[in-house]
């Protein structure tokens, strides 16, 4: 018998139908000579300081440093993950042969791995990779299984990364917690943690001790084109007042008018960072909630695999760019031009095998499906334009310079003229504030204008947002906007695109920042714990960027991870030395108030109910939607208060939840129409609404016809005059 083994029961569920594995037993499927289970993520974590000895088991500054001789795993505290690795132990026992299905990166291999060893394994083991969870890539994947011997240093290096942190978290967070710590608050370290933190209450400090200096800009007014000085910045008022005198009474006279063409490249595609950039920048989603709706976009098969730092296409993508580009439902007026030119276009921006380790890209996949709430559809929107406009021409532009004289004082005005607009055409939509566009000018006319003399002050650099932190660590603290330079940087960046997100989020739970609107600013406690720190090793962006370098070279084979867990073990006993020689310090703790404030209520569902998605988990009752307790260990099953439009009641989702169907619920709203209908939960855990018109009320969209009940749609009566409105059964 073959086992399989998935990250998620979701696709395990997606695998074990496309192989024929249809009988449900308890915590697995079985058929056709095939048995597919899960992890629901991590089952298994290292062990605990006191698992390794009584000496450890108690906080104590003369243990420290905590270096095991040899780290081990254990099984996580939770009857679920128990119930589930004995299962999984069950299986592996009477295997034949193990096929890792695990999500296909560093974190997937070791959730994996660390399975099989606690398992004591000694099945051969096969390795399921893939890009997208689609039934093609699937089967294709299982077509070409790969040794698993081709993954052990990839394994090598996420076993580093987490021992690593294990050394640096466990030893660091007890050495500053005794040092420092007042009223048994813990003062958390990290390898990420601590030096993204470093950046934020630099960065403050920065703004805080900026002392603006005046200064003054003389700019005029002609044929509704700015034209600015070519001295720049006048430190003294009176300079500035001379000149505009001076300028005042006399004509603008246009000079030398100097027009370059050049090519504006499409866009990027997006890696899971710059996505999570845009997102924040455009839709204010937190990195967090970007990940959580490009994953649910994978799993629900929309998208390719999220967690990813490359911009770039392997080549043997190149043949299946245009199946994709037809598949793609709502935009057909973008993609039918390319489809249309016959070749596709193939840029080196784009298709680079050199850029790629594991993974490539964020692109759709060419499925669709109809039940996104509005968020995962702004991203899927995202994501699809994006991979859209890299195969459209270049955007042809003119940069224009037209010099100025106003007596003997220079002026000049500079803009954009967009000749050929080329992949602008599939943002047409988004309105780009940097264009400025001239008018015509001629050398030599002359007229009036209108001088303006402008005091203004030096500002200081601004506070981080989610969005500019996220770029901060993918280059390590250096500002990069040329996106060349950036993916040169990435090799020396802080944390990996899946777990930056999380590390921002673990320093709003320790209270170390708070956000101001969009800004992130750290708190008095953030303040003093990196004042505390005196060592670079442990809050220095660059320094981490290095050994996030070396954790590559593990998984790329080049390093040996003896000698970056030497390198680890050496730093951290320099660092315990240095903290307990150096003198006491006080740290501000925030009051126990705001943290209950901070605390989020959750209440019991109505009835205890089991989540439908991983079948451990119970559900409980958040601030706007009802999710699973077992988020913890991967499952992410949640469900929104509100579906089309209307809020459940506690009956309502327990009965949904219960019997898989809601009783008959008025006031959806569906494309401007009210329905009513039941609620459908299906195998994958999404949500399908099934809605009964009774009656015929007038068409939302033409506002003539009638709507009609088809055989699988609710139509408009007057389609023969081009109404397009049309509302399918299953939503």
């Known amino acids: 018998m073959k086992l399989c083994i998935a990250e998620k029961p979701s696709v395990a569920r997606e695998i074990a139908h496309i192989l024929g594995a249809k009988t449900r037993r308890d915590g697995y499927f079985e058929g056709n000579g095939y048995q597919v289970s899960w992890t629901f993520g991590h089952l298994c974590t290292l062990k605990e300081p006191n698992d390794y000895t009584d000496k450890w088991k108690y906080w104590n500054l003369r243990e420290l440093p905590m270096i095991p001789q040899r780290f081990g795993i254990k099984v996580i505290e939770d009857e679920g993950v128990k119930k589930q690795f004995n299962i999984l132990q069950g299986l592996i026992e009477k295997a034949d042969e193990i096929i890792n299905c695990g999500d296909a990166g560093q974190e997937g291999e070791l959730i994996q791995r660390w399975v099989l060893i606690k398992a004591k394994n000694k099945a051969p083991i096969k390795r399921l990779w893939i890009s997208s ?134 866009p990027r595609l997006f890696d899971l960072t710059s996505l999570q950039v845009e997102c924040n920048r455009k839709f204010n989603l937190s990195a967090e909630d970007t990940l959580r709706k490009i994953q649910s976009l994978y799993e629900k098969k929309l998208t390719t695999y999220p967690r990813v730092d490359t911009t770039f296409l392997s080549d043997d993508i190149y043949k299946k760019v245009p199946s994709t580009l037809k598949k793609l439902k709502g935009y057909e007026s973008l993609t039918h031009p390319i489809i249309e030119a016959g070749k596709i276009r193939k840029s080196k921006k784009v298709f680079d095998n050199k850029k790629i380790t594991d993974h490539h890209a964020i692109i759709p996949t060419g499925v669709n499906r109809t039940d996104l709430n509005d968020i995962e559809r702004k991203v899927y929107d995202l994501v699809t334009k994006r991979f859209i406009a890299v195969f459209y021409p270049d955007c042809q532009i003119a940069n224009t310079t037209v010099e100025a004289t106003i007596g003997k004082h220079n002026f000049k005005a500079t803009g954009k003229q967009i000749l050929k607009p080329g992949w602008r055409v599939v943002f047409s939509r988004e309105t780009n504030n ?77 209270r170390y920042i708070r956000k101001e609107r969009k800004r992130l600013v750290a708190t008095q406690t953030g303040i003093d714990l990196v004042d505390t720190i005196e060592n670079d090793m442990l809050k220095s962006a660059e320094l981490t960027g290095q050994w996030e370098r070396k954790l590559k070279q593990i998984e790329s084979g080049e390093l040996a991870i003896s000698l970056f867990m030497d390198e680890l073990k050496t730093m951290v006993k320099e660092v315990i030395n240095q903290v307990k020689n150096s003198p006491k310090k006080e740290i501000t703790i925030l009051e126990e108030k705001d943290k209950k404030s901070k605390k989020k209520k959750t209440t019991a569902a109505p009835k205890e109910l089991i989540c439908p998605l991983c079948g451990n988990g119970k559900l409980i009752k958040g601030k706007s939607a009802w999710g699973c307790s077992g988020w913890k260990n991967g499952c992410k099953f949640t469900l929104s208060f ?74 408009c009566s007057n389609f023969n005059e081009g109404c397009s409105f049309r509302v399918p059964f299953e939503l």
Request: charge should be positive; hydrophobic fraction near 30%; charged fraction near 30%.
């Open 642 to 715: 509100e579906l089309f439009e209307k809020k459940l009641t506690d009956k309502q989702f327990e009965t949904l939840i219960s019997k898989k169907k809601s009783s008959v619920i008025k006031g959806f709203v569906y494309q401007k129409l009210k329905l009513s209908g039941n609620l459908i939960l299906t195998e994958e855990s999404t949500i399908q609404l099934q809605p009964q018109i009774k009656d015929t009320p007038g068409c939302p969209q033409c506002g003539k016809g009638k709507i009609l009940k088809g055989k699988t749609a609710w139509g």
């Open 133 to 266: 969870l689609t039934e093609e890539a699937i089967r294709e994947g299982f077509n070409n299984l790969l040794s698993s011997e081709k993954f052990d240093h990839l394994y090598e290096a996420g076993s580093a990364r987490a021992i690593g942190d294990w050394l640096l978290g466990m030893n660091g967070t007890r050495l500053y917690t005794l040092k420092y710590g007042q009223n048994k608050q813990v003062l958390s370290i990290g390898r990420v943690q601590t030096p993204t933190l470093a950046m934020i209450v630099e960065r403050q400090k920065e703004i805080e001790n900026f002392k603006p200096e005046p200064y003054w800009e003389i700019k005029t007014l002609y044929r509704e084109t700015v034209f600015s000085s070519t001295k720049g910045r006048f430190k003294k008022p009176e300079d500035a007042k001379t000149v505009l005198e001076e300028i005042s009474k006399k004509d603008l006279h246009i000079g030398k008018i100097q027009t370059k063409n050049s090519n504006e490249h499409p």
């Open 434 to 510: 940097d264009d400025r566009i001239l008018p015509q000018f001629t050398t030599g006319e002359h007229g009036p204008h209108k001088p303006d003399l402008q005091k203004k002050q030096t500002q200081p650099p601004n506070y981080y947002t989610e969005a500019t932190l996220l770029r901060a660590m993918e280059t390590a603290g250096k500002q990069m906007d040329d996106e060349e330079l950036r993916e040169l940087m990435k090799e020396n960046g802080i944390g990996r695109p899946s777990t930056r997100a999380n590390i921002i989020e673990t320093l709003f739970r320790r």
